[in-house]
Each structure stands twice: as structure tokens, then as C-alpha cells.
């Protein structure tokens, strides 16, 4: 078996180039998207106090040395989410960044353990103003890319048709065949229904964990084809950091958008409930304790400015699988300028 080539060598780069060329385009057309808009770029520190605490997320855990030798722990951020709500409470009101993140335990050919992600933030705003964002942030991209389509393998979304908007309900009765809103409180009868569709289930699947697996093997397959897919009103138990909805609490502001079938970018209209934070963010912990043995810090110095923070809708959006799509790539490692290694090649 052949060896595959290092990213560095001249033969792979330069199959690469005209990739990287299209990047650099986009990430151009992206600053001059936000700055049009009235955004600050800011820069955030990817040392953490924590390293966020959903619980299928592994971070990378290091160790800080102080100049007299005491240590403390940290964390590469696996999101700027923390620091850019703390520049909120500080008085920004429009930022974006282009920050490097990092994942532990995910590589593939749409996840990387080193990435770039694009988040953005509008303070007083609704979260119908950063879903127009990425409507336009879409056209953008392909404008700078130089094409009119979003390509994943044999799947093709317009890049500048406008987006459908697809409630989660409606997308779990459309492609699964599901009544959603009946199963919110009926973990027995949504892992009924899961099985039913040929859905594994194990005896410590809770609802979300079932919720998750319909989700990602009926579902998004069926997403972002011909046009983006805006999936909105996610479930009050998948809130995340995202605030409920006031005129129906089963649900809250959390929106996914959808190329190709593909997940590349996750808004919330924001949790600003510093109380309800922790209560969140401490079953997470316990879960990801009951599921791996281990447990992460939380980030005090953010629930404190969470209580501080303005009302603000917020979105994460990965911008390696937006230049992926744009350029029609196979892999992520084909956009990224230079990959980590594994086993010595790309």
C-alpha cells in the first residue's frame, strides 16, 4: 500500500492550492460581510478555564505553569462561545471571529481536531436577524468561491435560493414519520418509535441520546438538498446555552442550518439565566461522569457575565465545511492550510 503524500509535499500542496486560493476568498468576502454590518472582529484566547461541558465533546487538557512553578488547569476551547459573551457583557454589541478550536476524538472526513470557527453575535437582536446572516453569509461564500452551488458528494444545494425554514417537528414527521411533539415526555415510546425505524437502542439511551439518533440517521441526510435548510424549535431539553421559548416553553430558540445534508452552523437566541446556566451546565457534567468516568470544569468567571450580559442571538458556524462545500472537497483536510498529521500524511 502506497503512502499518502505529506501535506508539504509540492504534489499535494499544489492539488491543494486552487482549494486554499477559494478559502482565502471566502474568509476576504466574510470580513468584508461583517464589516458592512458594523462588526468588530475580536480575537479570543484559546486557553480556558474550561473547555465547554456538553458531554460529547472531548477537549484537550493542559497544564499551565506559573512563574514560581504552581500549576493549574486549562483547556484548548472547543468554541470562543465563553470568551465573546464575556466581550458582551463588556459592552460589545456586534463581534465576529475566525477562531481556531479544538475537538478531541474527532477526525473524519468532516471533522478535523484542530478547526475554524466562525461566530458572530448581535446584542438586542432576534435570533430571525442571524438567521438572515447566514442566508447571506451563503451567498457570499459562493460568490467568492466563484460558483452558484453547494456540492457533498452527489448532493447540491443552490447557494442563493433563499432557505427553507423547517420546524423540527416538521422535519421528524416529514422524513421519520414522527409526531415529535406527542413523544417530548415519552422516553419509552420515542425508543419505541426509534426501533421501529431500525434505530439501535441500548438500555441507557436517554430521550435526548434517542432524540440525537433519529436526528442524525433518518434526518439530516434528507437536509439542505437544492436549497439551505434552516431547522428550527429544537426541543426545550436540547437548549444547549440557548434561551426557551417564551410562548412555548417545549421549545427553545435554537436553530441548526443545513447544506448537502450536511450540519455546518448551530444559532441561539441567548440564555442570559445565570442560575439556569449552571443548572444545565452541572447534568451535563453528571452525564458526561455516568458516560466517560470524567468531568470538566465550569467556567465561573463566565456565569458571572453571563448575569451581566445583554439580550443577544448568536451563531457558530464552521467555516471549514462552509469552504469544503464551496469548493465542492471530499475532506476537510483538502481546505485547511496545514492539517495535523496523522501518521506522518494527510
Not at 8 to 21: C, F, G, M, N, V
Not at 129 to 138: M, N, P, T
Not at 191 to 217: H, M, N, P, Q, Y
Amino acid at each position: 500500500m502506497t503512502q499518502a503524500s505529506p501535506f508539504w509535499s509540492k504534489e499535494a500542496y499544489a492539488e491543494r492550492k486552487p482549494i486554499l486560493q477559494k478559502r482565502r476568498a471566502i474568509a476576504d468576502a466574510v470580513r468584508r460581510f461583517f464589516a458592512a454590518e458594523g462588526f468588530a472582529e475580536v480575537e479570543t484566547a484559546a486557553l480556558q478555564a474550561s473547555g465547554g461541558n456538553e458531554p460529547h465533546i472531548s477537549t484537550f487538557e493542559v497544564e499551565l505553569l506559573g512563574a514560581g512553578g504552581e500549576t493549574s488547569r486549562r483547556f484548548l476551547h472547543s468554541s470562543p462561545e465563553f470568551a465573546c459573551k464575556k466581550l458582551l457583557a463588556a459592552g460589545e454589541r456586534r463581534i465576529f471571529t475566525l477562531a481556531k478550536v479544538f475537538r478531541n476524538r474527532e477526525r473524519g472526513p468532516l471533522h478535523h481536531p484542530e478547526f475554524t470557527m466562525l461566530e458572530w453575535y448581535r446584542a438586542d437582536e432576534p435570533l430571525s436577524r442571524v438567521i438572515e446572516d447566514c442566508a447571506g453569509l451563503l451567498a457570499v461564500a459562493a460568490e467568492a468561491a466563484g460558483t452558484d452551488s453547494f456540492l457533498w458528494g452527489d448532493r447540491m444545494a443552490d447557494a442563493f435560493e433563499e432557505p427553507e425554514v423547517l420546524t423540527i417537528c416538521e422535519a421528524f414527521d416529514r422524513h421519520a414519520g414522527l409526531d415529535l411533539a406527542a413523544l417530548l415526555d415519552d422516553r419509552d415510546g420515542l425508543a419505541k418509535a426509534a426501533a421501529s425505524l431500525g434505530v439501535r437502542v441500548v438500555t441507557d439511551d436517554g430521550w435526548s441520546d434517542l432524540f440525537s439518533k433519529i436526528l442524525c440517521e433518518k434526518i439530516e441526510k434528507h437536509l439542505g438538498r437544492g436549497r439551505a435548510t434552516i431547522l428550527i424549535d429544537y426541543p426545550a431539553s436540547e437548549a444547549a446555552l440557548s434561551r426557551e421559548k417564551p410562548e412555548d416553553p417545549r421549545f427553545c430558540e435554537r436553530f441548526e442550518l443545513y447544506l448537502c445534508g450536511v450540519e455546518i452552523a448551530n444559532g441561539f437566541g441567548e440564555l442570559t439565566d445565570a442560575a439556569e446556566q449552571r443548572r444545565r451546565f452541572e447534568a451535563a457534567e453528571a452525564k458526561r461522569a455516568a458516560l466517560y468516568g470524567e468531568t470538566r470544569p465550569i467556567d465561573e468567571d463566565f456565569l458571572a457575565a453571563l448575569a451581566l450580559m445583554p439580550e443577544a442571538s448568536g451563531v457558530a458556524l464552521g467555516f471549514d465545511r462552509l469552504v469544503m462545500l464551496a469548493a465542492g472537497a471530499a475532506r476537510i483536510e483538502q481546505v485547511l492550510w496545514t492539517p495535523v498529521a496523522e501518521s506522518g500524511a494527510v
